[in-house]
């Protein structure tokens, strides 16, 4: 079974990204030096934290496996070890991406995440 973690990105960058073939994070990832991702049980309070209100967003899911080394668990909010990337988001590595509604409460309405 391949390992997904979650990345969460504005719309327009990430079909910035797919026109140049390459995604180097977004402006936060860019100033933080990697790139910010997220495992199935941490996306959902990551939205709410870093992009309340927004209805212009994608999940992409991208195999853990294929980042190699550049992919960190490191600890962050809570404690949580949360994945980070020190390094640009190879395209072939992304399993599927996906939109990211707004629902009628105002929550983001996640696909069906795989734990693990």
């Not at 960190?72 to 640009?88: I, K, N, Q, T």
């Amino acid at each position: 079974m391949t390992h997904l973690v979650y990345k969460i990105a504005p719309r327009a960058l990430w079909q910035a990204a797919e026109a140049t073939g390459v995604f180097d994070g977004a402006p936060i990832d860019q100033a933080d030096g990697y790139i910010h991702f997220s495992t199935a049980s941490q996306a959902a309070e990551t939205a709410a934290k870093h992009f309340t209100g927004r209805n212009d967003l994608v999940l992409i899911a991208v195999e853990a496996d294929k980042l190699g080394t550049a992919l960190r668990y490191e600890v962050s909010r809570g404690g949580d070890l949360f994945p980070h990337l020190y390094a640009p988001l190879p395209l072939d590595a992304v399993s599927w991406i996906k939109p990211l509604p707004l629902g009628s409460d105002g929550k983001h309405k996640f696909p069906e995440l795989r734990h693990e």
